[in-house]
């Protein structure tokens, strides 16, 4: 850390003074000045350059970078390790390790804490934990979204001795599941992100890593050696490919750190400043009456052929508009923001082109996540099903998904939110009813495709499983099959349901943007009524 040195000539701090230094200025302009100085140094020029050289921003460089110029107002920017000669006068201030303050992202007023990884290497020990713990009390008191730059190596035992005692683990003040139910918080890992530094990031509703120099884990390689005696390195143990493309313990990858601020933004222009406010409405120039022709062709004939359901996606919402939330976990299920007619949404989907867009564990957990945070900031839902069925096997079963994918449908009949379930194919089993709320929870408007067909079994499934030993004892079992295939084959009609009116509609597949927007606006009419916090918010 370099000494600036205090000047010799400077007179002692006495509060109230009137004393002018020799330029005739107040005492106080060059104190305020000498101490901003110390804290812009951060952990000096030698700590700035070796985190340059790892391909890295400091904590004050991404924060000039996320929010909008000239909008940055730091908080407790004096907070630090002073020193003092023996007539009172200041020497030299080592700084927090954690950078905070208020600023805004296209207008809107934000809240993000930093760490700076070259004083400390971050640590969550060597900081003063009252000052992020009052920051994100603020933003939960102003209702102001919270995002947090987390690059911090963790506690550190070296600090003990200075303390001369431990403490009970935990941060009392910090009010974590308050935020989580009032207000969007953002967790974005820009380097290591051990113990509480990976809580702070998983703790939120989107959680970004970088591809590559970001690692994320409860406890580092050091601490798994000495635990469990496993040789790991930082990326085998808690980066990106561990996280975000396979735990799903992160949600989003982003190619570096500029990529991850960006998205920081994205994610919030979909999303209002608290539960208090409705989603925001932007200007479309994406027609709302447009008709995408080739819609009518989308679904295989073949009901084996699979099909692109993001390509689907992108042809119904705003163009430009889709922003992917965990793409690499649970892949069957397609989690996303978007937008009608310039009205944030938030969007299901099954991905065909994943063991079919079954329900997995994986997936039922994504799904759970995500309609709990679309509850909680009153984001209307369109859930577009192409739903196979919950995926079966051995494996399947060791891991619960039956458990897990009756809590997802418990998340579903929960929401309160208005929705529109928009049946494109198939429905089956008990994951095929879990596409949205059916009993007491929202009115869940729902329509279909000319290509939609459902029921407790496929067809196919049901044939082997009711005719197993006429099937065995057939001379012919192949064209048995087939003729019992086509004798149940007319049953599957939509229109069938319809004239029960088991679907409220069948719709032309090119019709679904202008009956999406007209839907959306109807929704929106209806969501002042939904405002504040929810019973239940994030299952995180």
Same mark, same amino acid.
């Given at each position: 850390?370099?000494?600036?040195?205090?000047?010799?000539?400077?007179?002692?701090?006495?509060?109230?003074?009137?004393?002018?230094?020799?330029?005739?200025?107040?005492?106080?302009?060059?104190?305020?000045?000498?101490?901003?100085?110390?804290?812009?140094? #951060?952990?000096?020029?030698?700590?700035?350059?070796?985190?340059?050289?790892?391909?890295?921003?400091?904590?004050?460089?991404?924060?000039?970078?996320?929010?909008?110029?000239?909008?940055?107002?730091?908080?407790?920017?004096?907070?630090?390790?002073?020193?003092?000669?023996?007539?009172?006068?200041?020497?030299?201030?080592?700084?927090?390790?954690?950078?905070?303050?208020?600023?805004?992202?296209?207008?809107?007023?934000?809240?993000?804490?930093?760490?700076?990884?070259?004083?400390?290497?971050?640590?969550?020990?060597?900081?003063?934990?009252?000052?992020?713990?009052? %920051?994100?009390?603020?933003?939960?008191?102003?209702?102001?979204?919270?995002?947090?730059?987390?690059?911090?190596?963790?506690?550190?035992?070296?600090?003990?001795?200075? #303390?001369?005692?431990?403490?009970?683990?935990?941060?009392?003040?910090?009010?974590? %599941?308050?935020?989580?139910?009032?207000?969007?918080?953002?967790?974005?890992?820009?380097?290591?992100?051990?113990?509480?530094?990976?809580?702070?990031?998983?703790?939120?509703?989107?959680?970004? #890593?970088?591809?590559?120099?970001?690692?994320?884990?409860?406890?580092?390689?050091?601490?798994?050696?000495?635990?469990?005696?496993?040789?790991?390195?930082?990326?085998?143990?808690?980066?990106?490919?561990?996280?975000?493309?396979?735990?799903?313990?992160?949600?989003?990858?982003?190619?570096?750190?500029?990529?991850?601020?960006?998205?920081?933004?994205?994610?919030?222009?979909?999303?209002?400043?608290?539960?208090?406010?409705?989603?925001?409405?932007?200007?479309?120039?994406?027609?709302?009456?447009?008709?995408?022709?080739?819609?009518?062709?989308?679904?295989?004939?073949?009901?084996?052929?699979?099909?692109?359901?993001?390509?689907?996606?992108?042809?119904?919402?705003?163009?430009?508009?889709?922003?992917?939330?965990?793409?690499?976990?649970?892949?069957?299920?397609?989690?996303?923001?978007?937008?009608?007619?310039?009205?944030?949404?938030?969007?299901?989907?099954?991905?065909?082109? =994943?063991?079919?867009?079954?329900?997995?564990?994986?997936?039922?957990?994504?799904?759970?996540?995500?309609?709990?945070?679309?509850?909680?900031?009153?984001?209307?839902?369109?859930?577009?099903?192409?739903?196979?069925?919950?995926?079966?096997?051995?494996?399947?079963?060791?891991?619960?998904?039956?458990?897990?994918?009756?809590?997802?449908?418990?998340?579903?009949?929960?929401?309160?939110?208005?929705?529109?379930?928009?049946?494109?194919?198939?429905?089956?089993?008990?994951?095929?009813?879990?596409?949205?709320? %059916?009993?007491?929870?929202?009115?869940?408007?729902?329509?279909?495709?000319?290509?939609?067909? =459902?029921?407790?079994?496929?067809?196919?499934?049901?044939?082997?499983?009711?005719?197993?030993?006429?099937?065995?004892?057939?001379?012919?079992?192949?064209?048995?099959?087939?003729?019992?295939?086509?004798?149940?084959?007319?049953?599957?009609?939509?229109?069938?349901?319809?004239?029960?009116?088991?679907?409220?509609?069948?719709?032309?597949?090119?019709?679904?943007?202008? #009956?999406?927007?007209?839907?959306?606006?109807?929704?929106?009419?209806?969501?002042?009524?939904?405002?504040?916090?929810?019973?239940?918010?994030?299952?995180?």
């Amino acid at each position: 850390m370099p000494q600036i040195e205090s000047r010799a000539d400077s007179p002692a701090l006495t509060v109230g003074t009137s004393a002018e230094d020799s330029t005739g200025r107040p005492w106080f302009e060059a104190e305020i000045a000498k101490r901003r100085e110390f804290a812009l140094a #951060m952990g000096g020029p030698d700590k700035i350059e070796r985190q340059h050289a790892r391909g890295r921003l400091t904590a004050r460089e991404r924060v000039e970078r996320l929010v909008d110029e000239g909008s940055w107002r730091e908080i407790g920017m004096m907070t630090g390790s002073a020193r003092y000669d023996e007539r009172g006068q200041l020497i030299s201030v080592e700084p927090s390790n954690v950078v905070c303050g208020q600023g805004k992202i296209d207008g809107r007023d934000v809240i993000v804490v930093a760490e700076d990884f070259t004083v400390r290497g971050g640590s969550s020990e060597a900081t003063n934990p009252e000052k992020w713990q009052y %920051v994100e009390r603020l933003a939960l008191t102003y209702r102001w979204p919270v995002i947090r730059l987390v690059e911090t190596a963790g506690g550190s035992v070296n600090l003990l001795e200075q #303390m001369s005692a431990t403490k009970i683990p935990g941060y009392p003040h910090w009010p974590m %599941v308050e935020l989580l139910g009032t207000v969007p918080v953002v967790g974005v890992a820009l380097g290591a992100a051990a113990g509480l530094g990976a809580v702070r990031v998983c703790a939120s509703h989107l959680s970004i #890593m970088t591809a590559e120099g970001s690692y994320l884990f409860a406890g580092g390689p050091a601490v798994v050696k000495k635990a469990v005696g496993e040789d790991v390195t930082n990326a085998e143990l808690g980066g990106s490919g561990v996280h975000a493309r396979g735990s799903g313990v992160v949600d989003n990858e982003a190619a570096d750190e500029f990529e991850a601020l960006e998205q920081v933004v994205r994610f919030l222009s979909y999303l209002p400043s608290s539960v208090h406010e409705l989603p925001p409405v932007t200007p479309c120039a994406d027609p709302v009456d447009r008709r995408d022709e080739a819609l009518s062709t989308t679904i295989p004939a073949i009901k084996q052929y699979s099909y692109d359901m993001r390509e689907l996606l992108a042809s119904v919402f705003d163009d430009g508009s889709l922003f992917e939330i965990g793409r690499y976990f649970g892949q069957s299920q397609i989690t996303m923001l978007a937008r009608l007619d310039g009205h944030a949404v938030a969007v299901l989907a099954n991905d065909p082109r =994943w063991l079919g867009g079954s329900l997995t564990v994986d997936s039922a957990e994504k799904i759970t996540r995500f309609v709990d945070m679309a509850d909680t900031f009153h984001l209307p839902v369109v859930n577009l099903i192409d739903q196979p069925g919950t995926f079966v096997g051995s494996d399947a079963e060791q891991k619960g998904t039956l458990r897990k994918g009756i809590r997802a449908a418990m998340a579903l009949e929960q929401a309160s939110v208005p929705w529109l379930s928009l049946f494109v194919r198939r429905a089956y089993g008990l994951a095929g009813a879990a596409y949205g709320p %059916v009993g007491g929870g929202s009115i869940n408007r729902r329509l279909a495709w000319p290509t939609a067909h =459902w029921g407790s079994i496929p067809i196919e499934g049901g044939v082997e499983a009711a005719y197993r030993r006429t099937l065995a004892e057939s001379d012919d079992p192949d064209t048995l099959r087939k003729e019992l295939h086509a004798r149940f084959q007319p049953v599957e009609n939509p229109f069938r349901t319809a004239e029960r009116f088991g679907i409220q509609d069948i719709i032309d597949p090119r019709d679904t943007r202008p #009956m999406l927007c007209e839907w959306v606006r109807q929704a929106y009419r209806i969501l002042p009524e939904h405002l504040g916090t929810t019973a239940r918010t994030m299952r995180a």
